[in-house]
């Protein structure tokens, strides 16, 4: 299947591992220019390298913290003075610690705010005046099956991550007449290292290992598996199609089938 971005461009943000590089490297497999960045340079600079080894296409990277709003301008600058426009934004971060309520500081709400709702804003409106002059534009926002069926003890998470949707939805409908759409996708447990993480973490509240944790999430899976960063990569790609023209204002699931609601 032709997805017809061969040439457009895409800014895709936390693109050095997990599931921002599966998205980068299935975007480039289909033929866009990439500008990706993350705030690890040396595992930036390999993963661009690595893309560019395996496609043909014009990899740019730039080192930037997405919480930071001149971070983030520095990067569709560089953007902008490379490419001339961004066709495809995919917003994307690490996520915020987990815990209970009382165990975060106003500061840790800041933070986390910053991560995960402020860098989408910030992306957005970055790009979204170019999107709205070629008149045509994919924003993709990662997000996390957390937002349909919140996942306990991920409270800056799942209140965040919930607040980016509802952003996104807002703008869907603010700019679909400019022929951008805006969708989320949300990841469900994925082989990812931010999931090793939380495998450590639950393994140490509850007595046990990571293998415990992920045996659980396995037996609560119907296909009975965790997903593949590649697996979600290829919703991305899909959504950042010339073929998902007509699909706006959505959050979608890559989770295997965790989600039990109807909607």
């Known amino acids: ?37 993350a705030r690890g340079e040396d595992a930036l600079r390999q993963t661009a390298a690595s893309i560019r080894k395996s496609s043909e296409v014009t990899v740019v990277e730039v080192a930037a913290d997405v919480s930071d709003q001149a971070a983030i301008d520095r990067v569709a600058k560089t953007a ?14 690490g996520g915020p610690p987990s815990g209970p309520f009382e165990s975060f500081t106003p500061q840790a709400w800041e933070s986390a705010t910053r991560l995960l ?36 003890g991920l409270m800056l998470s799942n209140s965040l991550r919930a607040a980016v949707t509802g952003f996104a939805r807002t703008l869907a409908n603010e700019v679909a007449r400019f022929n951008i759409t805006v969708n989320n996708i949300m990841p469900g447990y994925t082989r990812t290292d931010r999931v090793e993480e939380l495998a450590r973490a639950t393994g140490q509240k509850t007595g046990g290992s990571a293998s415990d944790a992920f ?17 979600f990569a290829a919703l991305a790609a899909f959504l950042a199609s010339e073929r998902a023209s007509y699909i706006t204002g959505s959050s979608i699931a890559v989770d295997g089938g965790w989600i039990r609601s109807l909607l």
């Open 1 to 37: 299947m032709d997805l017809g971005i061969r040439g457009k461009v895409a800014l895709v943000s936390a693109s050095s591992k997990g599931l921002g590089r599966a998205i980068a490297e299935e975007l480039a497999a289909e033929g866009a220019n990439l500008v990706m960045c």
């Open 80 to 93: 902008l003075d490379k490419f001339g426009r961004i066709d495809i934004l995919v917003t994307n971060s």
């Open 117 to 152: 709702l402020g860098s989408a804003v910030g992306l957005t409106r970055a790009v979204l005046p170019g999107m709205k002059e070629q008149r045509w534009g994919r924003i993709l926002n990662v997000t996390s099956i957390a937002v349909k069926q919140p996942i306990d």
């Open 215 to 231: 045996a659980r999430w396995e037996r609560e899976i119907p296909l009975g598996r965790l997903g593949e960063p590649r697996e």
